[in-house]
């Protein structure tokens, strides 16, 4: 079966940019999603297939992949960016959904 | 706006079945696809399946013996069955919204914890 692999953390200070890095075969060929989950809360849509943005999402989201790597990048991060966030893309070969394991981003 | 919202027991005994159902409002159900994704304790997100407005589903392999799930257009509803649960069913329950396959989730419910115990 098909497997996203991410960082179990990333921590960046306030200002900084956040590089959260999403591991798969061959995801430049896929279309990645990127959703952050704040505790208590249901996770919300910030990158759509690759790096286009919903309406709604500041500009400091971004998205990129390349070969078997995709990265959301969060540009001048800011405490309220501290959140748990998911990498999932559809595995056309198995037609299944596919979640990467979460990535916790603590903003020092 | 288009709004999901889950129903159902919070509390389901093992070996028993988990039922859910997943409201949408402010818009029509037709021409997509509907999502159930659940997420255990500390944990992350599973995807459970999906059903497409026409009735047509697909489902998690790890789950699939157990899962039904289907879909009432006249109520604008969708909902969940897992069969003989046990412990480690125990989870916060999402609906979600796709507008294809391969597409993204853009619209999400609030989440339902159902906690499977004696």
New interface residues.
Partial sequence: ?YVLTQPPSVSVAPGQTARITCGGNNVGS??V?W?QQKPG?????VV??DSDR?SGIPERFSGSTSGNTATLTISRVEAGDEADY?C???N?R?????????TKLTVL | QVQLQESGPGLVRPSETLSLTCTVSGGSISSYFW?WIRQSPGE????IG?IYYSGST?Y??SLKSRVTISVDTSKNQFSLKLGSVTAADTAVY?CARTES??????I????TLVTVSS
């Fill in positions: 079966s896929k279309s999603h959703y809360q249901a996770p919300v849509l759509y297939d919903p998911y999932q893309v559809w056309s198995s037609d299944h959904v596919v979640f990467g394991g979460g | 999502t992350g997100l599973e995807w999906y697909n998690n392999p999402y396959s391969d597409d993204a989730f853009d999400w419910g609030q989440g």
